[in-house]
Structures are given as structure tokens and as C-alpha cells.
């Protein structure tokens, strides 16, 4: 039942598998400008509203040595002026209109959003499509909204200890890739961004061969077509537009431990973190047997790891499995257990890893597997009542080089997964000598 | 350019979407009321339950009751342990949750037209016959004692909690729903039937309906579903006497962001002046990007990262509140930006740009809230709570458009209260004392 709030933004990242994968009766049509932008439109006509995304295939991963935060920075200084607009005037407009605007920043992407009336979309495009390239920067934006990014890390980051702590298990996880950076930066090296990182980063990766607009709501395929050649197929596309050429992990020879200690923590817990292949265009289906391994494992009440440790013994407050399986490069699988009282943290892992070992030895359960592959089913048909998911899933995977037809076939894939996959899988990837392990701890005692 | 975008703007703005929802009223046999969006085109239904009362029903001493019953609801019921439910709910791939709030329990479900019969028959179970085992008493009473220990090392909660409990003192506002550490402690089975007794009665029931169903289907669904409920719960909880001092705060707290929560007296929702107040927090502090706070506070100044205020108008009390986050020697600056922001408002009230762009907004971002079955659902519950009539949704607008730049003037006069503005400051906030109230 429960989740505990500590975990409520770790949960959001790691997109639960009940957020849908919407493909059967689906109104989604997908067409390339000229200039190599990508166009997906996904039709709602139940009410007069339209939102319009426009992600960018550069995040905090494809920043330079030395600046990292910059993607997010930029982000934020795009709401600064342009050769037409005032600074501010963007979400002005937005809001004089009725709309929302908001923008945000990961590690493979960066994306800008306006939800307005359906009326409203041409005024929406002609913005958007403004600010791809004409930006207007002054040293005083960058001074100021550096101090709002600084700002934003004492709110995400520094004032949380848990935050704190998966920062430095990604650094660990991570020894020779972009991922074990945080995407909104290192405090030392935000500090120092300036004009020429923010407008390097711009040149480099905004133009329309690297973006995809995604049109979700009540709107027609051709009125989008005709909109989007107006006013993002006239920018000419960037010809030296880089590849995107990530450097890769090193096979992982020995197990990585980590201590965080904190006066701040109340509930300590224990985080665990292996590498994991995500998904690749063409070649989904070892991540959908991840994804489907993660809610066998740690999705809940009926789960394996809530099983064994939160009902057949009370080693467990709280048990939880998540796959990130949307990702340029390799991800991660994660485990969380938070202790009951009483027990350590040495004896909440040990009971990780027993239930681990368990898992091998008795397989999957086929029952739990035909229940989640019911929900897969369901999750299509509630898909249907949330355009704007459908058109989130979409941006994100174009962004992550992937196709539409892969988004499409996805709930095939995860529906095709055996028992035997999944096994497979698990095999891979929860190699204790390849792992991470964190321990999230109060300062004052040592457990 | 930028004129011609204005121009634009004002062509554009003078026709709002409007929000096409067509709502009945649904008497069920058995004499219950439900407000019904019917939307047969994807095979689903979304539909939002709320007894009144919620949290604030804890019995004196029992401060957590209702919120551990809420939390055993969906953890064994009928013949159904906590799995058999979990399971059971996983097989019609139905969801529920259930959740407890100082106004309401609420109970938020969804589930697929061919599996509706049983999809009622699981929520019933758990809304008439919860088992509250032992075993599942222990289990969830721990997760709750996790989370209290956690809020206590929480600077947002630590600020929170620490205004509820000046702006309320001693009324169930005043504190956490999920108790403190010795009262859940304390909690036996008996305080939790007695909570449910108190709590889920067909006299203060308010349901929404939105999806594949028809009237005749919903009055016979809810009849089945609730009419077995007894008549009557405990009395409603008092209003709260709301006595925020002027002053500041300070909770000393080891952490490089200070968190402010700030608020004074408010206004309620059926004020006739509520339009205009909710007008006036918009310019004020109410969410987007161009709100005078978040211009000053952060856009010209970095000093945040986010800064809002907000109308808080809840059944027993109204409070107006707002919250910003700076670092420790930052905090004292942006405090200072906010009270001189309060009092300007108090003294000049707001512009007739201002005001015209505040419609605009509030306006057209109406419809946009209506982006889905269980959205919907929400909102017709909410309408009905705090009375609204059945065909409000088509002249809302209208009444936000009548507000006056005088209205909003003399309700900013009468509302702002920059001597009795009260700020909680968690952190090692620089230049900030506590004023020993």
C-alpha cells in the first residue's frame, strides 16, 4: 500500500509499468519534414485542447567536460528573450492565452511544452519554432538565473539526503559514462557556467534535424503537417550536427559499496543498483523481460521481494524493484528495502540477497505473469483517456533513437516475454559482483 | 513583431475553449445522489467516492485512526487477505486507492466495462467489509510510523506542520492526520472499527461518475456498492478558529536551504468575493511564471527556484498561504521582497493589465482541467462538496469575467494583512530571528 514519500521522486523517474504502453486504436500519425524533423501527432478530439512538445535529442549526457548542468541551464534560459520576443514574453503569451508552458531535462533530452486551446496552436508553433534558434542572451540572465539553478540543486538535492545519496551511487555506478554525472550538474561546475557554454550547447544540438515535435489533442494530422512546414520547415537543417558518440562502460569486475551518512536521515534504507541493457531500436525484447522482472520482483503487495520479506518475515518496511528501460545507453535495475525496526541494514541486504537467491532456485510464478500481462492489456485501454501520455511516450523514444514502429510494437514485445526470458534476463543482469550497493545511514550511530 | 503577437493575442483571447461537459444528476433507488459524465467511447468508467469529515473525525487522543483505517481498507477485506486482494484487483486489472485528507476520505477508482461486476464486488468488500487483521494492522502501522519519523527530519513537513500548528492550535488542522509516534502507537482494532463507523456513512457520501455507464446502471452500482452503509457517522467535526500571529518563526534545523512557509487569514469559498481574491493571488503569487512574486523574487533576483501563494479555503477554516525556498543567506532577502510585495498589493491593488491578463488566464486554463475520466470525476465531487450547483460549469467564466478592477482593489485592501503576515522559517536562515510568539 504505502509508499513511503522518501521514494515518491524516485518513483517518478523510474516510470512505473502502469503508466500504459498505448498502441491498439491509437490515433497517432508520424511524418519527417524536409529539414529532418521528426512530426507525431496524436488525436484526442473529446475536448478542445491541444498540447504541443517539441524534445531536443541533447541532454545532460551529450554536455562538454567541465560544464556540467548546462542542458538543463539552457532549458531555463529559453524562456529568456529572443530577436522577437521579450524576456518572459514566451510564458507570458502562454498564459495570457489560457496555457501552461514548462519545459525539462534528462539525460538523453530536453523538451518544451505548451498545454492551450486547441485555437491556439499556431501561435504556439510560431513561438516555439522562434526561440529553435533566435535566443538573445544578456550577462545579466546568466547571472540571475544561475543563482536559480543553484537554487533549484538546494532544493532537489542538497536539502535531501536521498537525493544526495543516488547522486553518489550513479557517480559510482557510472565510471567511464555521461550518466554518472547529475543531470542538473555538479554545485562546483554550475557555478561557473557562463554565456559561451549556454550558447555553445545551443548552436550545437538545437536545430530541426535533431528535434521532434509531438502534437497530441484535438487537432487533425494535416492542419499539424501544414503548421509545422510554415514555421519549423523553413529553418535549414544543422549539417554539422554531431553524432551522438557516448563513451561506453567498462565490463565491472568488483562489487562497489558506498556509506552515506547524514544527521538529516530519519528512515535509513539500503539501495542497490546493477547495469542493465535498455531498449534499442529494433531490439526491445531483453528489456521487456527487465521490465516485467522489475514488477515480478519489487511492483507491489503481490511482488516476490514483498513476499519474502514484508509478509513470510517482517525483515521489510518497505520493498521496491525499478527499471528505467527508456535510455540511449546502458541503465540500471534498482532495488530499494527499507528495514523494519529493529533490523540493520547488514541484515535488510543479506535478506535482499536471499530473496535473490530464492528467486533463481523457484522461477516465475506463471500466475503473477499472466496477472501482469493482464494489466499490460488494460493498461491500452486507459491509455486511451491520457493523449498527452501517449505523446510524452512517443517524444521520449524518438529522442532515445528509437522508432515509432518500436513504440508500437512494444506491448507486443512485453507480451511475448516467457518465463523463460525473464530468467534469462535476471541471470544477466542481478550479478551481485556487479552491482552497487548504497547504504543510506543517520550520522550519529553506526548500525 | 512584438505588437503583432499582441494583436493577435487579443483577437485570440476574446473566445476561451469552452468546456463541453454535459453532467446528470443520478438519484439511485436506494436515495443516493451521483453526478454522472457519461463517455461511452473508451470502455471504461472512473469513479470518485468521498465521505466528509476525513481525518478531522479522530476521535481526542486517537489522532492517526482514520488515517490507518483508510491505509487497512485495501489490505484484506472479506474472505481476502492482503495479497488475496492485491491479486484479486491485479486479475480485473482495477485500480483503487484509497486516501485520507483532514476534509474527506476519498476513494479513487477506475475499472473496465467487462469487468465491472467484480470490479464493484472488491471495492465493496473493502469499503463494508474490511478485516483489519492483526498482521496487517502491524505491517501498515510500522510504513506509518516510518513516514511520521521521516516528516520529522523533513524541512518541508518541519515547516508545515509547524504553521498548521499555530494557524490551528488544537483543532484536528493543527496536526498531522497520520498521527504522532505515540498515538499510532497506541492504536488498538477497536479504535479503528470505531473510525470506520465514524467515517464511511451514507450521511455524507459524494460520488462522480465519468465514463461507460449508463444513469440506470450507476443507481443500481452505487446501491450495491454503498446502500448497505449505515445511515449515519459521527458528528462533524467544529470549525477551526484560525489565530495566525504576526510575526516569524524560526525552526532551527541543520540544512543549506532554508524553507519558508508563509499565511494569514483567508477567505472562503462561498465569499462572494472569491473570484476576486482568487483574481488578485493569481497577480499576486498563483502559479505562473509572471506572478508578481516570481518576478521579483526569482526572475530579477535568483533568489529562489519557485515561489507561490495560494487560497486555502477548507471546510472547517480558510487560510491564505504561500511557500519559497532560498538558501540560508539568501532567505532574509527573499522574506523581505514578499512582505513588500504584500504590502504594495494592500496599498495599490492591482493594474487593469494585470487584471485583464489574470482573466485571460484563469479563463482559459478552466477547460484544461477537464483532460480525462478521472480528472472529471474529481470534479464533479468537488463541485458537489462545497455546493456548487449542476450547471456552474458553463457559467463560471462568466463570473470570473464580472469581477472589477474596484472589486479586486477593496477585497486587496481587505484581505492583505502585511502587519499580520506570518512567516515559519525551517533552516539556518541568516538574518532571520523568531519573534518570540
Redesign the interface.
Known sequence: ??K???FAALAAVFLPF?AGHATANEAVSHFTLENGMDVVVVEDH????VQQMVWYRAGSADEPKGASGVAHFLEHLL?KAT???????F???V??????DNAFTSYDYTAYFQ??????LE?MMR?ESDRMRNIRLTPDNI??????????R??RT??NPSALLNEQMNAAQYLNHRYGVPIIGWKHEMQTLDLDDALSFYETYYSPNNAILVVSGDVEPEEVRVLAEKYYGVIPANPDLPERLRTEEPPQNAERRLVFRD?????PYVSRSYLAPERDPGEQEKAAALTILAEILGG???SFLA?KM??DT?VA??TAAYYRGSSLDDTTFNFIV?P??GVTLQQAEDALDAALADFTETGVDAEQLD??K??I???Q??A???A?SVANRYGQALAMGMTVQDVQDWPNVLEAVTAQDIMQAAGEVLDRRASVTGWLMKAEAAQ | ??LI?AL??TA??S??????VDIQSVTSPGGLTAWLVE?P????V?LEIRFRGGASLDRPGKRGAVNLMT?LL??GAGDMD??AF??GA??I?A?YDFDASNDAVAIST?F?TENRAASVALLKAALQKPRFDEEAI???R??????I???????DDIASQTFNQIAYGDHPYGSSLNGTLESVAALTRDDLLAAHSDVLARDRIYIGAVGDITPEELGALVDDLLGDLPATGADMPRMAEVTIPPGVTVVD?????S?AIFGQKGIKQDDPDFFAATILNHVIGGG???SRLM?EV?????????VYSYLVPRDLAEVYMGNV???ND?IAQAIAVIREEWDKAAAEGITSQELQ?AK?????????R?????PIANILVGMQMIGLPIDYIPTRNDKVEAVTLEDVTRVAGELLDPEGLHFVVVGQPVGVESTGN
Open positions: 500500500m504505502f513511503a514519500p522518501i502502469a473529446r475536448a478542445p485542447v524562456f530577436d522577437k520576443m521579450d524576456s518572459g514574453e510564458s507570458a503569451t498564459a495570457a492565452n489560457g496555457g501552461r498545454r492551450v486551446a486547441a485555437d491556439r501561435l513561438m547571472r540571475t538565473e544561475r543563482d536559480v539553478i543553484l537554487e533549484e538546494n532544493q542538497e536539502n544527521p538529516r536521515v530519519a528512515q507491489g503487495t503481490t513476499e514484508q509478509f517482517q518496511t518497505y527499507v523494519a525496526e496477472r501482469i493482464l494489466q492489456r488494460a493498461s485501454i486507459y486511451r483517456d491520457d498527452d | 513583431m512584438r503577437f493577435i493575442l485570440l483571447a473566445l476561451p475553449a469552452r468546456a463541453e463517455e467511447s473508451i470502455p471504461f472512473a491505509a485495501e489490505e492482503a495479497r492485491a491479486r491485479e486479475v486489472a485500480s477506475r473496465l502491524e505491517r501498515v510500522r510504513q506509518v510510523l516510518s513516514i519519523q521521516s516528516d520529522q527530519k523533513d524541512p534545523f541543520a540544512t543549506p536551504q524553507v505562473s511564471f509572471e518576478s526569482r526572475e530579477k533576483r535568483g533568489l529562489t527556484y519557485g525556498s532560498s538558501a539568501r491578463d485571460t488566464y484563469i479563463t482559459g486554463a478552466y477547460p484544461l477537464f483532460d480525462g475520466n478521472g
